[in-house]
């Protein structure tokens, strides 16, 4: 079975006629799998917190939640779905840089562990808590160490953190808080890295900076947040994130830092939820324009826009057709030009046919412009075997 596709194409047909198309279908196996390989290669002292915006399917996250992981969440619908879960205090975290009075008071009634953004969470915190709350910092970190990546955002402005720069000012301040006290740090520094080495040199740089302001202002931290980032490979020719590498230099890391006791933090999203969905939709028709094949499919943008956003393709493969040499953009039902899932080398196709896209199970339909014409919001369908 190509491993860029949960499901073969057999299983890809029976969910397809099961369902009905378009459809989004997950792998337990898969998930399960990839989880157990990441937490297996790394240290005891690294815990794994699943960045819920990845996919909030509830399956996937009892899932996770069953193999003992902890939760990354980013607005108070993924915390009221980790909530559900009946989880203990302290296996979940909250981040994002515009929250609210009320999801702070629900972070607080929940014991979660805020990553507080500036001054304004930190201050609402203290107003808002009956004794003492410990907090992660995110720091804006002025070193660019995953140059080029559009969703970080490098060194220049960000509405997310306090700039590198301007930690010093806060902490200052926040010294007059009566609860609220600084005991981690967050820095989120990478995205869909495959690099071993360059994800290690990112989280090198993350510790460098936690030991500044731990010897510049005393700054004792329990945890170190370093982040998502584990990229995922989207064609054959990718070579996969090399995990024992990773993990080996994460102790090495944890080695050369002998200050810091705590527990370092990685927030996957991609990594543990991609490799486990498919897409299944089927052709509508074909259309030549100037020298170009489109392919129409049932769904685009609307169900999987991360093409639009990042420009990053998901893998995609006719069901039952095998392999092929015509070029194809496929394109969705969406009146917009926009509408694009990229382009694919492909057997002749036809209207009916099945087309299965791979690596969806992260950013598909919870991130799709689903109300944009109203078409029909798909199934998504979770299969234990």
């Not at 989880?87 to 562990?113: D, Q, S």
């Not at 509408?339 to 339909?365: H, M, S």
Request: glycine share 12%.
């Amino acid at each position: 079975m190509n491993p860029l596709f949960a499901f073969d194409d057999a299983t890809c047909r029976a969910l397809a006629e099961a369902h009905g198309t378009p459809c989004f279908a997950y792998s337990a196996s898969v998930a399960r799998a990839g989880f157990q390989a990441l937490r297996a290669a790394l240290p005891a002292r690294v815990r794994l917190a699943y960045a819920v915006k990845a996919n909030p399917h509830p399956a996937l996250l009892r899932c996770f939640a069953g193999l003992g992981a902890s939760f990354d969440c980013a607005s108070i619908g993924e915390l009221a779905r980790v909530e559900a879960l009946g989880l203990p205090p302290g296996r979940t975290f909250f981040a994002g840089p515009g929250k609210r009075e009320a999801e702070l008071a629900k972070a607080l009634e929940m014991g979660v562990r805020v990553q507080a953004e500036g001054w304004e969470d930190l201050a609402r915190l203290d107003a808002l808590a009956a004794g003492e709350v410990a907090v992660n910092l995110r720091v804006h970190p002025a070193f660019d160490l995953d140059e080029g990546n559009r969703i970080i955002g490098g060194t220049g402005p960000s509405a997310f953190g306090v700039d590198e720069e301007d930690v010093p000012a806060l902490l200052a301040r926040a010294a007059s808080l009566r609860h609220v006290r600084i005991r981690g740090l967050h820095v989120f520094a990478a995205s869909n890295q495959r690099d071993a080495a360059k994800l290690l040199a990112i989280h090198g740089a993350v510790l460098d900076l936690a030991k500044r302001l731990h010897e510049a202002h005393g700054l004792a931290f329990e945890q170190i947040d370093l982040g998502g980032g584990l990229g995922i490979a989207y064609a054959p020719d990718e070579a996969p994130l090399d995990l024992a590498r990773f993990g080996h230099g994460l102790s090495d890391l944890l080695a050369s830092h002998p200050w810091f006791a705590g527990e370092l933090i990685l927030e996957p999203g991609r990594f543990l939820a991609g490799p486990c969905g498919v897409y299944l939709a089927r052709v509508v028709r074909i259309k030549e324009s100037r020298g170009v094949r489109f392919a129409i499919l049932e769904g685009g943008i609307n169900h999987l826009i991360r093409p639009l956003l990042t420009g990053q393709a998901f893998p995609v493969t006719a069901v039952g057709k095998g392999g092929g040499d015509l070029p194809y953009t496929l394109a969705g039902p969406l009146c917009t030009s926009l509408d694009r899932l990229g382009d694919a080398v492909l057997p002749e196709l036809a209207p009916g046919d099945l087309l299965a896209l791979g690596r969806t199970g992260a950013y598909g339909l919870n991130e799709g412009m689903t109300h944009f014409l109203s078409h029909p919001v798909p199934a998504e369908v979770w299969v234990e075997a």
